[in-house]
Each structure stands twice: as C-alpha cells, then as structure tokens.
C-alpha cells in the first residue's frame, strides 16, 4: 500500500481521522471509561483494574497522551494520569459536526 496523502485533506479530517484511529482498540476506552470514572489522577492500579500487562498499558497511554487525551505527571517513581478534559470536548465537537453532517437528508430519498 502506497504512502497515505492526507495534504489532500483538511487539517480537521485530518485530526478527526487520528482520534478515531487512537479510539480503535478497545484497551484505550477501557482506560479512557476508568480514568474518567475514577474522576481523579491514576497511577498504578490500571494494570490491575484492567488486567493488561503493564507494558501494554504503557502503550496505550502514550497512544492517548500523544493525541492529548490524556494527561501525565511524573513524581518521583510514580506516574499518575487523568483525562484531558478540554482535548476531550475537543474531540467530541468535531465528531459530533461529522456525525450531524452524516444525519442530513439527501436530496433524494432513494440512496443507491
């Protein structure tokens, strides 16, 4: 498969393509649906609250702290995380334009 070509798309299909990309594995919700249920910083108990080897959990944090999902602080040995609220309003703005976009009628009832 050739090299993809997202200059041919807008920045915000771009964006939106990432997050549902980031989005599709099941671990990265777990981890999304306990961080925000938790509603607090997180640091050690995602690997026994979610039963991932901790190698996998770490990849799929910084899966979710690279898209900004997710935020990190460092102190000492420990590493706590917690949802990114903002980035998280972010996103579901521009899924919710999409999905609007998808729920207008067509100019005929007749789609194929």
Known sequence: MGA??????????????????????????????LLSAKDQCING???DEIGLAQATISQHLKALKEMGLVKGSIEGVSVSYCIDR????ILKKQFDVL???LQKP???SDCC
């Open 86 to 89: 903002e980035k998280v309003l």
């Open 106 to 108: 067509s100019i005929s």
């Open 45 to 47: 108990t995602l690997v």
């Open 4 to 33: 993809s070509k997202t200059d041919l798309f807008s920045v915000d299909q771009n964006e939106l393509a990432e997050f549902a990309k980031v989005l599709g594995h099941p671990a990265r919700i777990a981890i999304l649906q």
């Open 99 to 101: 999905f609007e976009e």
